[in-house]
């Protein structure tokens, strides 16, 4: 599943080194310091790479990684948080929902395309930006044309300046409501295309997966709908002509030529669960494929060409980042030619009761900071003492040795049951002022952790 990363770091991105890079990540993922300082350097080689000739930097393939370390210990996060800082396109994909040609399932190059759609849409987005102040005139003009009367013939007595200047001064006064909202109650008639497309597609290729060619793309002024008229208000025909307006001043060739581009330079995929692919032939049932999976992977990561709706993308610049928990396999369980495509390897440690500290207060986005922000939309200042936090994160660690280590995870299902009462209640509270410390994190959860087989599913 693709996500979208829209938010940028204040940081001129090109210009962060390698130690910047870690101290951005540090904001957002606690420890796992080598597992930063790789994709660190990383991308710092990236942007090195962009700064060389032509023929030179086509040469150079990125190093791409092998994370290796249980669930819940900031793998995903870091891969995410890095792509969010690189302002790249970037999609997380899991091993274990592909399969070998042949059999019933998703195609590997399918992860390419998910990133040329993403990439497709960050380009249209910040064209959008550019195209704004002028999409919002230009539908500001037509909507004054609707709500203006049609201009009348000039008299031959009239002098045709004269006349010209009342109609322009109308407009004007016209606009100036319209900007100052006195007219956003008045209803007005908009012509708005009906949006009936054929529900039948063409299948381009050889699988399921490249069902991306239909008929709207390829007669785009075939079944663009009939127009009809539609009765809205004022702000609601703005919003609209707006949108119309944007679109036709966006050049969508040049848009999905940026977009491959910038896949094919930029562009990261982030391939979780490689672990459960990991596997050598002889096995029966759902184990079968697995090494045929790794032979469908090895050419995207090793560099190939795909096809998608928006060209041919090429993978061989792509940024690989993959990961897994190598409890049952390892990581020597990979084919060679896989194991040689990802020559960095990197251990992150398990988590324990300190980082749970941390990762509840440290980061800008601290599950504690979280909770206060939700709590505080309903009027109740609730406040963490310090003992408390250290007595949550001392159940977390305690829950994860008992039953699954699951990491950093464990403290959501923690903090949910915890708050469980006060985000009930919450509303109804007389009392707005809460006051989280150990002796009401001991009574909400002592006993859950106390009975083991109780813990195991609450907790």
Sequence with gaps: MPIYLPETSLTAHAALTPRQIVAELDKYVVGQANAKRAVAIALRNRMRRQKLAPELAEEIAPKNILMIGPTGVGKTEIARRLARLAQSPFVKVEASKFTEVGYVGRDVESMVRDLAELAVDMVRGERLEEVRAKAGQNAEERLLDVLLPPTRP????????????????????????LRDGRLDNRFVEVEVREKSFPSFEIIAGSSVEEVDINLKDMLPGLFQGKTKKRRMKVPEALEYLTQEEEQKLIDMDSVARTAVERVEQTGIIFI?????????????????????????????VEGTTVNTKYGMVRTDHILFIAAGAFHVSKPSDLIPELQGRFPIRVELEALGREEFVRILTEPRSALVKQYVALMDTEGIELTFTDDAIHAIADF????????????ARRLHTVMEKLLDEISF???????????????????????????????????
């Excluded at 050598?280 to 999976?293: A, L, M, N, T, W």
């Excluded at 977390?396 to 699954?404: F, G």
């Design 272 to 300: 979780d669960e490689i672990d459960k692919i990991a596997g050598r032939e002889g096995g029966h049932g759902p184990d079968v494929s697995r090494e045929g999976v790794q032979r469908d992977i090895l050419p995207i």
């Design 425 to 459: 209640e919450g509303p109804d509270l007389a009392n707005k002022k809460v006051t989280i410390d150990e002796r009401y994190v001991g009574r909400m959860l002592a006993e859950i952790v106390k009975n083991e087989d109780l813990s195991r599913y609450i907790l």
């Design 396 to 407: 977390a660690a305690l829950v994860n040795e008992r039953t699954e280590n699951i990491g």
């Design 154 to 177: 000039i008299a031959p007595d009239e002098d045709p300046g004269t006349a010209r200047d009342q109609q322009n001064q109308t407009r004007e006064r016209f606009r100036d409501q």
